[in-house]
């Protein structure tokens, strides 16, 4: 007996009906398992999460965790020491370093202002990103400030009392100088994290060279490669390097000198005993670039508001945020 066409069309749209529903149910079964498992390398997930599963590429080996970019004992310490002082590009730069570290698991960001008093837009700012951090203060001794002929020996205060506070406080894990003018990429901080004693890097868009790097050749290493040697035993950019705690802690007078152009090099002096050969050799033998010397534009100081103009207008609280 033949069935009449309704019947036949009736028995097809039910078949339609429950072939999409199976499949939605799958796509959201798949999502949901998605949403309970990332990758360890992929950073935290929205803050508010009570219990995340993070895992690694085996999703049986999950680890739980509260709150992924804050801690997890199963990672060594990072702490990233970033001097900085008040300019017009201060805050865009310390946001863009900001959200690349907000990727980042356990890491501990020691912020060190030059100035006598905190800038309370970096104190701000730091609170809003929710990291582990310090805002200290490590003015420029008089002395340099006023000099009048050649470099200043920006940021050597800053970086000194960053590898005090490690001394005081940290009892293992790596440090790593983190300019906030440069670019970074996560790889870099999954690499060094392991440094056992000295780590070292290339860096990217250095003088007229286009990069600063050690010299490697079957894998090992054979010399430094950068556009200003200078007769110096180190020739490598600031961030170019990362250090362990334990191996700072067994140097005690390891410390970076108020010597414009030598402040790497005096510092790496510092930790001996050390040798170039000793160094340990990341980013694939130094074949890859993680960090970048970026350097944003410089900025002139924006112009006067006219308050007669445009007293009670958003511009008068624009006007506090830039310099």
Not at 130 to 148: R, T
Not at 235 to 258: I, Q, T, W, Y
Request: with cysteine; hydrophobic share 40%; glycine share 4%.
């Amino acid at each position: 007996m033949r069935l009449p066409l309704t019947m036949y069309l009736v028995i097809f749209v039910s078949a339609s009906v429950v072939f999409y529903q199976y499949h939605l149910s799958k796509a959201w079964m798949i999502s949901h398992n998605n949403s309970q498992f990332r990758d360890l390398s992929a950073g935290p997930i929205e803050k508010g999460t009570n219990y995340t599963y993070y895992a690694s590429k085996n999703i049986s080996q999950a680890v739980p965790c509260t709150d992924f970019s804050l801690s997890n004992p199963q990672l060594p310490p990072l702490y990233i020491i970033t001097p900085t002082y008040r300019r017009p590009e201060q805050l865009a730069e310390l946001t863009r370093l900001a959200h690349t570290l907000m990727l980042t698991p356990n890491i501990h960001w020691l912020v060190i202002e030059d100035a006598e008093q905190k800038t309370e837009l970096v104190t701000d700012l730091l609170q809003r990103t929710g990291l582990s951090y310090d805002h200290l203060l490590a003015p420029m001794p008089e002395i340099y400030k006023k000099k009048k002929k050649g470099p200043k020996p920006r940021g050597v205060s800053n970086r000194n009392k960053g590898l005090a506070w490690i001394r005081k406080y940290a009892k293992d894990g790596v440090f790593y100088f983190a300019d906030d003018d440069n670019t970074y990429d996560l790889q870099l901080f999954r690499e060094i994290r392991y440094t056992k004693q000295v780590s070292m890097f290339p860096v990217g868009l250095i003088t007229k060279l286009g990069v600063s790097s050690p010299i490697v050749r079957n894998g090992k290493f054979m010399g430094f490669y950068d556009g200003w040697m200078a007769g110096r035993k180190f020739p490598v950019d600031m961030a170019g390097f990362a250090v362990s705690v334990n191996f700072l802690l067994e140097r005690p007078k390891a410390e970076m000198p108020f010597k414009p152009g030598f402040e790497e090099d005096g510092f790496l002096k510092s930790l001996v005993p050390f040798e170039p050969y000793e160094i340990e050799l990341l980013a694939e033998n130094c074949t890859k670039i993680w960090v970048w010397h970026t350097q944003a534009k410089r900025n002139d100081p924006s112009q006067p508001l006219d308050f007669a103009k445009y007293n009670n207008t958003n511009l008068v609280l624009l006007k506090h945020i830039l310099v």
